[in-house]
């Protein structure tokens, strides 16, 4: 399968603290990015980082990128409670439009 | 509008009948996609638009799923004869489609519960 893989599945902090967000795909990439989705509706692009850039900053986001590993990570530094949400990762890969998105990371962040 | 605009925010139908969901893209993006998404599962691709053609119809799930797109705006995906394992949220996005490295705006969903 194609699907990208995330890790963990969920995860649980408290507020302050910082989460990471790991996908990893199995093939070349042309780029690579991170969506947020609140309560199983709409999506909201996050970050994109392209095959040829290592690490992204944006905000208390920090996304790095390994093409060796194939894997990304995704940061959130200083987590609020609104940042409890789920975070998917996509990627774009070849001549094909469509995104290859992972299954998602649930991430719970307590007062 | 300023954003993707997608309707009816939840449909209910009974097995067997057929349904249309509707989405109206941002202005100007030529390109439109539609996603499935299950409880708890990731986006699955259905279709994908560059203005009024699909180059891509590849993730249809079967003949009963059919979409058009006219005027390079409103878009429709259409399921007839639903079943049970139909229902699902079913998202629209839109991008300028500059090229490889452009982002997804997507809309609220549409929630689809097929009885």
């Known amino acids: 399968s194609q699907q990208g893989e995330e890790d963990p599945q969920a995860l649980s902090i408290q507020e302050g603290e910082n989460a990471t967000m790991n996908c990893s795909y199995k093939?070349?990439?042309?780029?690579l990015q991170w969506y947020r989705q609140n309560s199983g509706r709409g999506l909201v692009h996050l970050i994109l980082?392209?095959?040829n850039e290592r690490e992204k900053h944006s905000g208390r986001l920090r996304v790095t990128l390994d093409t060796s590993k194939k894997s990304s990570s995704l940061l959130i530094t200083a987590s609020r409670a609104a940042d409890t949400a789920s975070y998917f990762c996509?990627?774009?890969?070849?001549?094909?439009?469509?995104?290859?998105w992972g299954l998602g990371t649930s991430l719970a962040v307590n007062p | 509008g300023a954003g993707v605009s997608q309707s009816p925010s939840n449909k209910v139908t009974e097995k067997g009948k057929d349904v249309e969901l509707r989405c109206d893209p941002i202005?100007?993006?030529?390109?439109l996609y539609w996603y499935r998404q299950s409880l708890g599962q990731g986006l699955e691709f259905l279709i994908y638009?560059?203005?009024?053609?699909?180059?891509?119809k590849s993730g249809l799930p079967s003949d009963r799923f059919s979409a058009e797109r006219t005027g390079g705006s409103v878009s429709t995906l259409t399921i007839q004869r639903t079943q049970q394992e139909d229902s699902a949220v079913y998202l629209c996005?839109?991008?300028?489609?500059?090229?490889?490295?452009?982002?997804?705006?997507f809309g609220s969903g549409t929630q689809l519960s097929v009885l």
């Open positions: 996509a990627y774009s890969a070849g001549n094909n439009r469509k995104l290859i």
């Open positions: 638009f560059q203005g009024n053609s699909a180059p891509d």
């Open positions: 980082i392209r095959s």
């Open positions: 093939t070349s990439i042309n780029n």
């Open positions: 996005a839109s991008s300028l489609d500059t090229g490889s490295n452009e982002k997804l705006f």
């Open positions: 202005s100007g993006h030529t390109a």
